[in-house]
């Protein structure tokens, strides 16, 4: 049976109830924050094809009967599980373990001494509930999540205390992998952190996802952040739980935009985009989410005409497995292109819209379709050109900020 995260998503409950956090005592302790650093995932590649096809399935996009007028079936090669840029050290029972931080999804799963042997390829830290002094079984729960490219994952669920660096989270679900299948044997993650605002996909569904256990836990600020580099820049990717990296802010407005919270991600408005200073309209509803475990920008075709036919682009249909992908001339003069979260203007670098030399003179672009998905996903690309809050202070109207940051700089 296959599973998506999507149709999960569809029935989140209302935020506040479904959360669950209580109000902070006059008397409760002082609250704690943590920066963690993250790693360069030693297995990335610019593989723009399969970024795309990846980021499509996650959200069930391929299972639709078509693509951009071509059959979605005919789409060939693997699309790499999470060949994401970031990796994030996670602590469980005295080891680090090298996590996904995928604001996609609700889901803290991690590879185990419980999974089976043969589906565990390349070099892994395990988690070995046996040998934690805090690790206690929640009988009867299980959890499966599936993906359209037909990799999954299921097991069962324990209880333990996670660490990043000297913040400790108490009594955190973990699910705990027994089988895994398809393009997730062998990718170079132990685990997955997922910061969506919910649900996961444990059953029975009263199980706390890691962003609704973390907030019943003392911290100094309800939110999380993330400032994520580019390659090449020399500054340090890291997120923080608590906390907002005033080094990052540095005197500037932090610029905040309600989100939307019916389908559990941190999806927000997105209704007009700027390329060289000239409006493009777009459909009054459209909307986007922000997602740590997607690296490409994708949105719909009229808009991906509108930014590279003007620069000698086309769709060139023999990529991507023949289900195409926008192409670009290598020597071509790139716009400067805004993409908004509400009524807040992003503005990318020009040149974060190159994401992968295909040769012979043409550049796979960093903007892909987002087929015929209903909303936008924007990734790393997108994600590098701002630091990042994701603030759940008042669970009634929870929110996103940025303050833009300039290349290799605060």
């Known amino acids: ?25 006059d008397d409760a302790p002082p609250g704690v924050s943590v920066k963690v650093n993250l790693t360069s995932n030693p297995q990335y590649t610019s593989d723009g094809p399969s970024q795309h096809r990846r980021s ?34 996670v602590g469980i029972e005295g080891k680090t373990f090298s996590f996904e931080f995928d604001t996609g999804s609700a889901d803290f799963w991690v590879i185990s001494t419980l999974t089976n042997s043969s589906d565990i390829v390349g070099t ?32 069962v669920v324990y209880k333990d205390t996670v660490t990043f660096n000297d ?122 989410i922000i997602d740590t475990g997607t690296t490409l920008i994708l949105v719909d075709d009229a808009l991906l005409s509108e930014i590279y036919k003007p620069i000698g682009g086309f769709l060139n249909t023999t990529v991507n497995g023949g289900a195409g992908g926008w192409v670009f001339p290598t020597n071509a003069t790139l716009p400067t292109l805004t ?14 819209l190159r994401f992968a030399d295909l040769g012979d003179g043409w550049v796979y672009g960093s903007l892909q379709s987002r087929g015929q998905n209903t909303f936008d996903i924007f990734g790393d690309v997108w994600l590098a050109n701002v630091y990042a809050i994701f603030d759940l202070t008042d669970l009634t109207v929870p929110k996103i900020g940025v303050v833009p940051r300039a290349y290799n700089s605060v």
């Open 56 to 89: 499509l399935q996650k959200y069930d996009v391929l299972s639709k009967p078509r693509l951009q007028d071509r059959d979605a079936n005919t789409w060939n090669g693997a699309a790499t599980y999470h060949n994401g840029r970031y990796l994030c050290p």
């Open 124 to 155: 892994h830290t395990l988690y070995d509930p046996a040998a934690s002094n805090s690790s206690v079984r929640l009988n009867n729960y299980t959890w499966m999540v599936g993906y359209n490219d037909q990799s999954g994952a299921s097991g």
């Open 1 to 25: 049976m296959l599973f998506t995260q999507v149709v999960l998503f569809s029935s989140v409950c209302g935020l506040a109830s479904c959360l669950s956090i209580p109000t902070r005592r």
């Open 339 to 352: 993409l908004p979260m509400g009524q807040v203007a992003v503005t990318l670098l020009p040149s974060d």
């Open 167 to 288: 913040m400790q989270v108490s009594n955190q679900p973990v699910e705990v992998v027994e089988t895994m299948f398809g393009n997730l044997v062998g990718a170079p993650i132990d685990g997955i952190l997922g910061l969506a605002i919910g649900p996961n996909h444990v059953t029975p569904s009263d199980v706390p996802t890691f962003l609704q256990n973390l907030l019943n836990h003392p911290l100094q600020s309800s939110l999380f952040t993330a400032m994520l580099a580019r390659p090449g820049e020399i500054i340090q990717s890291f997120v923080t739980f608590g906390m907002i990296d005033e080094s990052f802010v540095n005197g500037k407005n932090i610029s905040y935009t309600p989100i939307i919270t019916s389908r559990g991600f941190w999806q927000f408005p997105s209704t007009y985009a700027i390329s060289d200073g000239l409006p493009i309209l777009r459909a009054s509803n459209n909307t986007a």
